[in-house]
């Protein structure tokens, strides 16, 4: 007769299951998506706001597995996350744009962060000069790209500031301007007591009858708490150049082009736009990301390049350039005056 062993025997662990790991991401996706409306706390949180995109699709599958399993509580989790995506992403593919006024004239706006130590002058240059557009800001330019951005065809550089950093910018126009469209004194602006005492480029546009005026600007990228701290209040400060520049009786309307280093899902974003009202053209265009280049080819990209406007005018149409060598897509609007 044998003896039973006396070694207790480990009682095994229950296992997960797919149900427990789509009931897990449900609630993991809502923590972080609650977690990012929190942005003012921490730069570091700030940053978990700007994949609205990506939590709710994370969140729709999510949903319909727990929902084909009849999981209800856990679905209620996936419900909460998803709708508190939706309801943010909603004015960017639902929110309607204002008509154009009766023939009024197109302003076509290009903005492009073409990246300092990109080698492909030439194709950007190429690029640019089929794009058809108006005006073009240039974001990170030296004065290698100063210099290859003067063989652009049909344009010519109207204003530049290259830097030996990252933050460079430049504005081309036309060189044969098409009729009813000009631009007047062009000139660079600081933010005050900026410590990198970075450039802003701005324009008077001329588009028919209404006066706009065009600010080029390429902030810090919010990655440390010196750098948020600086990206916000520069963001703060273009809403207010914005609004001082809405506000007078000679300008029509504002238009604001450039490399943002923010997603609208930004802490800082309200700040940037409430006090002149301006109007993402991302709105009822879609999420249209342009940042970085390896995660906007698979669908992973954010969208931190943006053409803002005040009400004066609306956004006809919005399109992302494509891959030319840069970390950034650049982006294409139309805009034109309202009634």
């Known amino acids: 007769m044998t003896e039973p062993d006396a070694t207790p025997t480990a009682p095994k662990r229950p296992r997960l299951g797919i149900d427990g790991l789509f009931a897990a991401a449900a609630t993991l996706t809502l923590g972080v998506t609650v977690l990012g409306l929190l942005g003012q706390l921490h730069w570091a949180i700030d940053l978990l706001g700007h994949q ?3 939590y709710a699709l994370a969140l729709l599958v999510a949903l319909a597995w727990l929902l084909i399993r009849k999981r209800w509580a856990w679905a209620a989790v996936a419900v909460v996350g998803l709708a ?3 309801w943010l992403l909603a004015p960017l593919y639902l929110g309607g744009h204002a008509p154009a006024a ?4 197109r302003l076509r706006v290009v903005t492009f962060n ?3 130590a990109n080698p492909n002058h030439a194709a950007v240059a190429d690029w640019l000069a089929t794009t058809d557009a108006d005006v073009i800001a240039v974001l990170e330019v030296d004065r290698g790209w100063v210099a ?3 063989d652009v065809d049909g344009y010519r ?7 030996s950093d990252n933050f460079g910018v430049a504005l081309l126009t036309r060189s044969t301007p098409r009729a009813s469209i000009a631009m007047t004194d062009t000139r660079v602006v600081y933010q005050p007591e900026d410590a990198y005492r970075l450039p802003t480029l701005e324009a008077t546009l001329h588009l028919g009858d209404e006066t706009i005026a065009l600010l080029v600007a390429h902030p810090v990228p919010p990655m440390g708490a010196a750098y948020a701290a600086d990206h916000a209040a520069t963001l703060a400060w273009l809403g207010k150049l914005a609004a001082d520049r809405s506000a007078d009786p000679a300008i029509d309307a504002v238009v604001i082009a450039g ?7 930004s802490s800082a974003w309200p700040a940037l736009t409430n006090p002149a009202g301006l109007i993402s053209s991302q709105r009822g265009h879609g999420w249209s990301a342009t940042w970085p280049d390896r995660l906007v080819r698979i669908g992973l990209g954010i ?4 053409v803002l406007h005040t009400e004066g005018l609306t956004a006809l149409s919005r399109s992302v350039g494509p891959t030319l060598g840069s970390d950034h897509h650049a982006v294409v609007v139309d805009l034109a005056a309202t009634p």
């Open 148 to 150: 290859s951005l003067e």
């Open 259 to 265: 490399d943002l280093n923010a997603t609208p899902f």
């Open 102 to 105: 009766e023939g009024a004239t």
């Open 303 to 306: 969208p931190i390049d943006h």
């Open 114 to 116: 073409v990246n300092t």
């Open 84 to 86: 508190i995506n939706a």
């Open 157 to 163: 550089v109207a204003a530049a500031e290259p830097r």
């Open 52 to 54: 609205r995109r990506v």
